[in-house]
């Protein structure tokens, strides 16, 4: 009997321990230093391999699951920027139920190794909303060595996960394990290349998915692109029982609904009504008035805070303590948008620069970014924003898909983008020449509307109380150094004017010697300084990703400048350029600049328009000659010759 037993138990774990997928698999004790071919060493670093492996595990007397997650990668550096990309490892511990294990090593071809010490490891406590981090320095890293690093994690047991393959460097081979009992039902689906996985059966009643990717190159953080949403990965889900897409967007509805839609004033009177004191005054004729009041009374009156609370996220502990939750904030507002009949959606969607929206996979991908939006006035508020009021959905979601939740049921629907005529930047600026004193005096008149209005709004209340001088600099005179600013007032600063896309205006004079340059007797006037530093893409390498702007928008430049007397102007012509690119007979966007000549005053006109939120990488080119045409036009110089 007692070696029937003790039989039993020896069983037990070595199916245990072969169920531990992570306790079997290490680095080699002699590692190889790997070979590279010529065109890898060219690259600053070079992934030889990196393996991710994902289990879930059921302990055999235990009824929970546990999930296992190892990351294992070596990694040859062959530059400086190598060195710097890789010097310092990061460990995400939001999920993170304990760490099971840590190291790493760094070799040199001449075969020296160099091991992490443990004590070196450091904890950061949250890093940009993302949780905390393990974190440790590389010692010995230099050009021409081999990184290698292993650490596996207990996390908390969740059904949903993803895997990024696609880094900023080179990587020649990737494999992705997801091993779990047989019980445990699973959906993966891959984006932007990344290849079907195939099912294994492993001995225990286990099986593993398993894929492995080769030759994948690395993402180029590019301008006027989506690199992060563009990168290879892949999407998993793991559960006892796994519902369809439908039932699962059913289950997000409804628990949106309890939680965040049905909330009834009448159990919160106390709350109602305060805000009900704060907006007693205030104009509420229509919803629009009504939604900025509770904006308003939102903003002024509570503070948000950024870590899980259960407390903050219950409307009676907000009110008491003045502070919620991200979750918390939103059940505010739709708490008083409840109490104030106003019809709303709550939109769960993500941001569109990190991962597409894909309605025919749940995931928590998608769910990352939650607006209201109001279907009479067809514009949106971002709850968690500390200055949110009713204006234009987020740059970050325009053009992003998402789910539209109301008491009745739900849909998918895009976030639509405003078009460029409703987000503007309108510039009129005459030029006082001082011949005399060689000095150059600016006035402009400019008006800003939609996406340029909120933030110049948002940078005009910071700044107020800081120092006024640098928001003058960046919004009238940013690439100007000696600016002097005479004159500087700004109307319609109120941010509740976002509602109607009022227009923020601001009115400026300055001097600044720099405009002028002396030529002997005659002078050259760079009026084209005038409309700030402007990105350019001649040094850009080979293009990668498609294109797609933070917004639709429009410039409008008109430039009056005198003719001084007893002088000739020369370089006019220069200033004429017509720049487009031409989608399907739609201007997708332009550079258009030209000029006049009336009662000795040259008047220039330039237009720079942006109208279509994506296109393709072959249009690229001509993109580039639109973007590049405007920063040419900030060097244009006018020369006046004395006669």
């Not at 805070?305 to 502070?323: C, G, W, Y």
């Amino acid at each position: 009997m007692k070696k029937s037993l003790l039989t039993l138990i020896l069983v037990l774990i070595s199916i245990t321990a072969s169920a531990q997928l992570y306790k079997s698999h290490d680095w080699e004790e002699n590692q190889e230093f790997y070979e590279l071919n010529t065109s890898e060493l060219k690259e600053p670093s070079v992934a030889i391999k990196e393996k991710y492996l994902i289990q879930y595990y059921q302990p055999v007397l235990g009824r929970s699951f546990k999930l296992f997650e190892t990351k294992h990668s070596i990694i040859r550096i062959n530059t400086e920027k190598g060195i710097k990309s890789h010097n310092r490892v990061y460990i995400p511990m939001r999920n993170v139920k304990r760490v099971i294990d840590i190291k790493a090593r760094v070799t040199q071809s001449n075969g020296d190794v160099k091991y992490l010490d443990k004590n070196n490891i450091k904890e950061l406590e949250n890093v940009k909303n993302y949780g905390g981090f393990k974190i440790f320095a590389i010692e010995g890293l230099t050009k021409d060595s081999q990184l290698e690093f292993i650490y596996t994690l207990e996390n908390k047991t969740t059904s949903l996960g993803s895997i990024v393959i696609q880094k900023e460097y080179f990587v020649k081979e990737a494999v992705v394990i997801i091993r779990k009992p047989r019980a445990l039902k699973y959906r993966v689906k891959g984006y932007n290349g990344f290849p079907n996985m195939q099912t294994e059966k492993v001995d225990g009643n286990k099986e593993a998915l398993i894929t492995t990717v080769t030759n994948v190159k690395g993402m180029t953080d590019e301008s006027n692109a989506s690199p992060s949403a563009n990168r290879m990965k892949v999407l998993y889900q793991v559960a006892v029982g796994i519902p369809s897409d439908s039932q699962m967007w059913r289950g997000l509805e409804n628990n949106i609904r309890s939680k965040y839609i049905s909330i009834q004033p009448n159990k919160h009177r106390s709350l109602v009504n305060h805000y009900k004191k704060f907006a007693e005054n205030k104009p509420k004729g229509n919803s629009e008035e009504i939604i900025t009041n509770i904006c308003e009374y939102i903003t002024s009156s509570y503070n948000i805070i950024r870590t899980h609370s259960e407390e903050l996220s219950q409307l009676k502990h907000i009110f008491k303590n003045k502070q919620a939750t991200e979750q918390g904030i939103i059940r505010l507002y739709t708490c008083l948008l409840n109490s104030e009949q106003i019809d709303y959606e709550l939109v769960l969607t993500s941001n569109r620069f990190n991962h597409k929206f894909d309605s025919n996979f749940f995931s928590n991908s998608n769910l990352q970014t939650a607006l209201i939006y109001f279907i009479e006035e067809k514009k949106y508020i971002e709850p968690d924003h500390v200055n949110t009021r009713l204006n234009f959905a987020p740059w970050e979601t325009i053009g992003n898909y998402g789910v539209f939740i109301n008491a009745e049921g739900r849909r998918f629907k895009q976030i639509e983008a405003p078009n460029a005529k409703d987000n503007m930047i309108k510039r009129d600026y005459v030029f006082t020449l001082d011949t005399d004193n060689v000095l150059a005096t600016v006035n402009c008149k400019q008006q800003n509307t939609g996406y340029r209005a909120t933030s110049g709004r948002g940078a005009y209340k910071y700044f107020k109380t800081r120092d006024l001088n640098e928001f003058k600099t960046f919004t009238g005179a940013s690439g100007i150094e000696d600016v002097d600013f005479k004159n500087f007032e700004i109307n319609n600063e109120a941010l509740s004017l976002s509602a109607n896309n009022t227009p923020l205006e601001i009115n400026y004079t300055y001097q600044a010697e720099s405009l002028i340059d002396e030529i002997n007797e005659d002078f050259m006037l760079n009026f084209g300084k005038v409309i700030g530093t402007q990105n350019e893409l001649y040094q850009e390498s080979e293009r990668i990703n498609p294109i797609e702007l933070r917004s639709l928008i429009e410039y409008k430049y008109t430039f009056s400048i005198p003719i001084p007397e007893g002088y000739e102007v020369k370089g006019l012509d220069d200033t004429k350029i017509n720049r487009n690119v031409i989608i399907n007979n739609d201007t997708a966007c332009k550079f258009v600049s030209d000029y006049s000549i009336e009662n000795n005053i040259i008047t220039i006109n330039v237009t720079e328009g942006y109208y279509k939120l994506n296109m393709d990488l072959k249009h690229y080119e001509d993109y580039k000659s639109v973007v590049n045409a405007a920063y040419d036009f900030s060097k244009k110089s006018i020369l006046f010759k004395k006669l």
